[in-house]
């Protein structure tokens, strides 16, 4: 199955891409194909402990992509999670500039996607970890690929900001401030 970029990513030599991971403890790191985003974070949220959060890191105004506004919503049920991903998912996925996560309230379980398609996935719950990545075709690698290895000045990589039916991820902090979403500042 063909590498697939996120809308708002763009790196030289995609095709040579795969999704791949590698473990160390309880930590597993690596690369994932934008059309496994939603299936991985699926996934753990069946993995984790309730309550769960949900944390959307937003550039700020001006900063380059160096500093984020980071936002949370906690103590939500396995169900809210996955309507969090239904309703907004694929502008998660998509976006180039936000990074997501979602992780247990009670344990340091956390699914975290960064810049470029890489992935944290921590849990103490390493076995069902491993057969979830396996059973998404997500390889145990001694290296995975990155991204970063491939650009260059004549050929580097970029980050893009993407809407979907007339939205961003900046209207989600908005959409879900009435369910109790917040600006980690302001705790």
Same mark, same amino acid.
């Given at each position: 199955?063909?590498?697939? #970029? $996120?809308?708002?990513?763009?790196?030289?030599?995609?095709?040579?891409?795969? +999704? !791949?991971?590698?473990?160390?403890?309880? +930590?597993?790191?690596?690369?994932?194909?934008?059309?496994?985003?939603?299936? #991985?974070?699926?996934?753990?949220?069946?993995?984790?402990?309730?309550?769960?959060?949900?944390? #959307?890191?937003?550039?700020?105004?001006?900063?380059?992509?160096?500093?984020?506004?980071?936002?949370?919503?906690?103590? $939500?049920?396995?169900?809210?999670?996955?309507?969090?991903? %239904?309703?907004?998912?694929?502008?998660?996925?998509?976006?180039? &500039? +936000?990074?997501?996560?979602?992780?247990?309230?009670?344990t340091a379980e956390e699914v975290y996607f960064?810049?470029?398609?890489?992935?944290?996935?921590?849990?103490?719950?390493? !076995?069902?970890?491993?057969?979830?990545?396996? %059973?998404?075709?997500?390889?145990?690698?001694?290296?995975?690929?990155?991204?970063?290895?491939?650009?260059?000045?004549?050929?580097? !990589?970029?980050? +893009?900001?993407?809407?979907?039916?007339?939205?961003?991820?900046?209207?989600?902090?908005?959409?879900?401030?009435?369910?109790?979403?917040? &600006?980690?500042?302001?705790?």
């Amino acid at each position: 199955m063909a590498f697939e #970029l $996120c809308q708002g990513v763009t790196a030289p030599a995609s095709e040579d891409m795969k +999704s !791949g991971y590698r473990r160390d403890g309880e +930590s597993f790191t690596g690369i994932v194909s934008a059309d496994l985003m939603a299936k #991985l974070t699926d996934g753990f949220i069946d993995l984790a402990d309730e309550p769960i959060f949900f944390c #959307l890191e937003l550039p700020k105004d001006g900063s380059d992509g160096e500093e984020y506004d980071v936002y949370y919503l906690d103590n $939500c049920t396995k169900a809210v999670a996955r309507a969090i991903m %239904k309703r907004y998912g694929e502008l998660l996925i998509h976006d180039g &500039l +936000s990074r997501f996560a979602f992780g247990s309230n009670v344990t340091a379980e956390e699914v975290y996607f960064r810049d470029y398609q890489e992935f944290l996935l921590c849990t103490p719950k390493t !076995g069902k970890a491993e057969k979830l990545l396996a %059973k998404l075709g997500i390889e145990l690698t001694e290296k995975p690929y990155s991204m970063w290895e491939s650009f260059s000045g004549e050929h580097p !990589g970029s980050l +893009s900001a993407v809407e979907l039916e007339g939205e961003t991820v900046y209207d989600i902090p908005d959409a879900l401030e009435e369910v109790g979403m917040y &600006l980690a500042e302001d705790q």
